[in-house]
């Protein structure tokens, strides 16, 4: 059991079935067990899977004072994940809408509210940070202040910015710039991944880059060997979602390089984990505990 702090997004997220993308335009459609409504967002779906995994999680995130912020909590407790970090210091709790196809792509429409314009409180973040070996600070602007100051007690942390295009990225350099496990995924740079992942690392140094690609697998990079490695994805059941995908892929990761594995074996042990859970829908479902995925593995 490794002690993980996660700093990141809650939101309520409804999830849409679809035939296929573009959708034809219908006055009213009848998707008969096609619509979800559950918990989400990037942090709480990281803090399930690493609680699923057996760390002890320190969850850090605001949500809003609402019916939708009780549900949250009530979760929480139920998952028994320490709420003590969870403010309720915005109004409305932000909220997303996914559509999905049996294909496996998505379209994703956050509503965050006015939570990128809330901070915090630094004391309650520096009280939990103290007994954990990684920070896994998601980019979301309440986390940006975290960033310095794990790295000032010398925290590992740890960073998923997702569809990235541009090394230099207004919104993600400073993300980037302090993270030493890096997260992407490779929507937008298809064909240039290993260029672009040798320009991080020369820009930022980071000891570890990992790029999600999909029904491919994942790319990783090595900071002590200056090299990538290409690992294939694998098949464990059939796709339903492929929503939560890339934080199945981080949480897992971050679980077993904690534990002291090395990233080669952490990230395949990683694609397995993360190639399970699309076979459920909803992007915080489909979560193996670590006695789950050895099992599977062992079975592969």
């Keep these: 059991m490794s002690n993980i702090l996660v700093s990141g997004l809650i939101n309520i997220e409804t999830t849409l079935q679809c035939d296929e993308f573009p959708i034809d335009y219908s006055p009213v459609r009848y998707p008969f067990f096609g619509i979800q409504n559950t918990i989400s967002g990037v942090g709480y779906n990281v803090a399930k899977a690493l609680t699923l995994l057996s760390d002890n999680v320190q969850f850090m995130s605001i949500i809003g004072k609402d019916k939708e912020g009780e549900w949250i909590t009530d979760e929480l407790q139920s998952l028994h ?11 409305q709790t932000p909220q997303s809408v996914i559509l999905f196809d049996k294909a496996g ?13 809330t901070n915090y409180p ?7 940070l103290d007994s954990c070996k990684i920070a896994a600070l998601c980019n979301i602007n309440f986390s940006r202040p975290m960033l310095s100051i794990a790295k000032q007690k010398g925290k590992l942390i740890a960073t998923d910015v997702h569809v990235l295009s541009d090394i230099h990225d207004p919104y993600n350099v400073d993300f980037m710039q302090q993270a030493d496990i890096l997260f992407l995924s490779n929507e937008k740079i298809m064909g240039t991944e290993k260029e672009l992942i040798y320009a991080l690392a020369a820009t930022y140094h980071n000891q570890v880059i990992v790029v999600g690609l999909g029904a491919e697998g994942a790319l990783l990079y090595q900071k002590t060997t200056n090299t990538i490695q290409h690992l294939p994805a694998v098949f464990t059941r059939p ?20 534990k002291g594995e090395e990233p080669t074996n952490a ?25 789950g995925l050895e099992k599977l593995i062992l079975h592969q």
């Design 239 to 258: 796709i339903i979602n492929t929503i939560g995908a890339g934080d199945a892929l981080f949480s897992c990761f971050l679980h077993y390089y904690a």
């Design 122 to 128: 630094i004391q309650l973040f520096e009280k939990g």
């Design 81 to 91: 994940i320490d709420t003590q970090y969870i403010t309720p210091s915005i109004a």
């Design 105 to 117: 792509k998505r379209q994703i429409h956050v509503d965050l509210k006015d939570i990128q314009e």
């Design 267 to 291: 990230l395949q042990k990683a694609i397995t984990f993360a190639s399970y859970k699309i076979g459920d829908n909803g992007a915080a479902n489909g979560f193996l505990s670590e006695k």
